[in-house]
């Protein structure tokens, strides 16, 4: 038996990880019982991004037997109501959360669930508008507020590269997510900044103006200037998994910020008299799609 080797989880497909170690691609099975540096997380399921140890076997055969501490990790509730946690992605150093300006039409709640997400697993997030030649009359009531949160939005288009070379300079030496709704164009966006990828792309369907999921699973992908990114799946639904009100007042910095006036110190800023948030909210001070948003999310954690 060898020894021990430590690498990194660049797919999976089934029952058998990819594992980027020194030398090569490995391909791994992973022991039932995995030694969790950290102890054992609560979505306690290899994903891609994982540092991992791998163990050498005679005949070329490669087992995983632990995961080193992750440094981060986007989890979301299992899609379907399921009472499960999911990880989207570990170890990474950006988010970025790609929309398309038009078709599928950007839904602000999901953009905030998304941007809820990365502040609680403390990853710093992106807005990339993509489709902008289509026009962005569908988010501009909207967006500029991202601008006043210090957020920031990248307007491109991978048909036209418009936008393109400032997305290469952002990803360079980075791990880099994207993530956001199926057909805003991901895999368009990444095929543009690394045209030797050669990611399959779809169209729209024409019946519901929905994408099509074109990426099947996540993969971490090496970027020639540099770099790397995790391609993940669309998504349609993002439930925050186990978000307490007070975690949740925090991803809103604009409600944050105004809650220190309300008159009760456990205002929840939907009904109270006296609050500071409600006020700011009458007075246009705090977007109203934002405070839609914040009071949602509330409602389902609140329902449990």
């Known amino acids: 038996m060898k020894g021990l080797i430590e690498g990194r989880i660049v797919a999976m497909h089934g029952g058998l990880i990819r594992v980027a170690a020194e030398g090569g691609i490995l391909l791994c099975s992973a022991r039932r019982n995995l030694k969790w540096e950290e102890g054992k997380p609560e979505a306690a399921s ?7 140890r791998v163990q050498m076997l005679q005949e070329g055969e490669s087992v995983i037997t632990g995961v080193l501490r992750r ?3 986007l989890l979301r509730q299992a899609p379907g109501g399921r009472r ?4 989207l992605a570990a170890n990474v150093d950006l988010a970025l959360l790609v929309f398309a300006a038009r078709k599928p039409a950007p ?3 999901l953009l905030d669930r998304f941007l809820v997400g990365c502040s609680v697993a403390e990853i710093e997030a992106v807005i990339v508008l993509n489709k902008i030649d289509q026009g962005t009359e569908e988010v501009e009531r909207w967006l500029g ?3 006043t949160l210090e957020i920031p ?3 491109v288009s991978a048909r036209t590269r418009r936008g393109i070379g400032a997305l290469k300079r952002l990803l360079k030496e980075k791990t880099t997510l994207f993530c956001g709704p199926s057909g805003a164009g991901k ?3 990444l095929n543009a900044i690394a045209p030797g990828l050669k990611l399959r792309t779809g169209a729209l369907s024409e019946s519901t103006e929905k994408g099509r999921h074109t990426t099947s699973r996540a993969e971490l992908l090496s970027l020639p200037d540099g770099g790397f990114v995790i391609d993940t799946p669309g998504v349609r639904e993002f439930g925050l998994w186990q978000l ?3 975690r949740l007042q925090m991803a809103f910095p604009e409600i944050d910020e105004r809650a220190m006036g309300c008159r009760f110190p456990n205002c929840s800023h939907s009904h109270e008299p006296g609050c500071s948030v409600q006020e700011a909210v009458e007075a246009g001070e705090i977007h109203p799609g934002r405070y839609r948003s914040y009071l949602k999310l509330l409602e389902e954690i609140l329902e449990g």
């Open 244 to 246: 307490d009100p007070v």
């Open 46 to 52: 290899l994903v891609v991004g994982d540092l991992v």
């Open 153 to 155: 939005i990248f307007p």
């Open 107 to 109: 839904r602000q709640g």
């Open 187 to 189: 895999s368009s966006l």
């Open 84 to 87: 499960k946690a999911q990880v």
């Open 71 to 73: 440094r981060n990790a």
């Open 145 to 147: 507020i991202y601008d």
